[in-house]
């Protein structure tokens, strides 16, 4: 099932798909930390997926900002 997948994802794309986990405590350090990136690779991007979440260690929040891009 591996190799069909890969093989698919090379005639579709032509290339390696690569992916790029950027992960920060506040939603504009993923911003600027997303956009340097971008200025720095250039990369093809395919796509982006944003995920936020929350947690409570005692008497404190936590967030989480997280982006996964899938590039060329």
């Known amino acids: 099932m591996t190799f069909l997948w890969y093989n698919f994802c ?3 794309f032509g290339d390696i798909m690569k992916v790029k986990v ?4 506040h ?13 720095e690779v250039q990369p ?11 947690g409570v260690f005692s008497e ?3 967030y989480l900002f997280s982006a996964l891009i899938l590039y060329k």
């Open 60 to 62: 404190e929040q936590i």
């Open 10 to 12: 090379y005639i579709l």
């Open 22 to 25: 950027f992960d920060e405590g």
């Open 44 to 54: 093809e991007i395919f796509d982006i997926k944003f995920s936020s979440s929350i």
């Open 27 to 39: 939603e504009k350090d993923l911003e600027e930390a997303i956009n340097n990136f971008i200025d």
